[in-house]
């Protein structure tokens, strides 16, 4: 039986790259790859849609092997989200993992998940180093992926290929 890995998407701005590429390179590794939202269908910054296979009130721990944030700035609905940050919780307590890329990052900083981690993020405003500092997270923004532990965090739409790779190394 394949392993299962869900694509948690914002409702809108998504970054598209950071969809698409991950989730092509998921498919070819020969993951099954369910989606979720908010909303039923979400629409990338530029344009592309993804009807979603669950709610995020649906989404199990128990259901998927990991599960991964796409990227950009709508992913910054989810940071007082805490359906949200129970789920990625019931996850790492599953000991299963967790990825996010690009700006999504830093619901992980909020959530408080990279307390004393290495982690990266889009950092171009100087949003992500800010942040780390404040939750007591190592700042990594000048790498392009960060893995500890469970916890992968990526960079932005430049990492979207080797974060996903970094992530299926994760769920072996």
Same mark, same amino acid.
């Given at each position: 039986?394949?392993?299962?890995?869900?694509?948690?998407?914002?409702?809108?701005?998504?970054?598209?790259?950071?969809?698409?590429?991950?989730?092509?390179?998921?498919?070819?590794?020969?993951?099954?790859?369910?989606?979720?939202?908010?909303?039923?269908?979400?629409?990338?910054?530029?344009?592309?849609?993804?009807?979603?296979?669950?709610?995020?009130?649906?989404?199990?721990?128990?259901?998927?092997?990991?599960?991964? =944030?796409?990227?950009?700035?709508?992913? #910054?609905?989810?940071?007082?989200?805490?359906?949200?940050? !129970?789920?990625?919780?019931?996850? =790492? !307590?599953?000991?299963?993992?967790?990825?996010?890329?690009?700006?999504?990052?830093?619901?992980?900083?909020?959530?408080?998940?990279?307390?004393?981690?290495?982690?990266?993020?889009?950092? !171009?405003?100087?949003?992500?180093?800010? #942040?780390?500092?404040?939750?007591?997270?190592?700042?990594?923004?000048?790498?392009?992926?960060?893995?500890?532990? =469970?916890?992968?965090?990526? !960079?932005?739409?430049?990492?979207?290929?080797?974060?996903?790779?970094?992530?299926?190394?994760? =769920?072996?």
């Amino acid at each position: 039986m394949s392993k299962k890995i869900i694509l948690l998407l914002a409702s809108k701005n998504f970054r598209d790259i950071e969809y698409i590429v991950p989730r092509a390179f998921f498919e070819q590794a020969g993951f099954q790859i369910h989606t979720a939202s908010t909303v039923p269908v979400s629409k990338g910054r530029f344009g592309f849609l993804v009807k979603h296979d669950v709610q995020i009130q649906d989404i199990k721990a128990t259901n998927y092997d990991g599960i991964y =944030l796409v990227g950009g700035g709508g992913s #910054m609905e989810y940071l007082e989200n805490e359906n949200a940050k !129970n789920i990625f919780t019931s996850f =790492l !307590n599953a000991n299963k993992p967790i990825g996010a890329i690009c700006m999504a990052p830093r619901n992980f900083l909020n959530w408080g998940f990279l307390k004393g981690k290495n982690a990266t993020g889009w950092n !171009n405003d100087g949003g992500f180093s800010k #942040m780390a500092v404040e939750v007591g997270a190592i700042d990594g923004s000048e790498k392009e992926v960060v893995v500890d532990g =469970l916890i992968l965090t990526a !960079n932005g739409p430049e990492a979207s290929e080797e974060s996903a790779l970094e992530f299926i190394q994760l =769920l072996k």
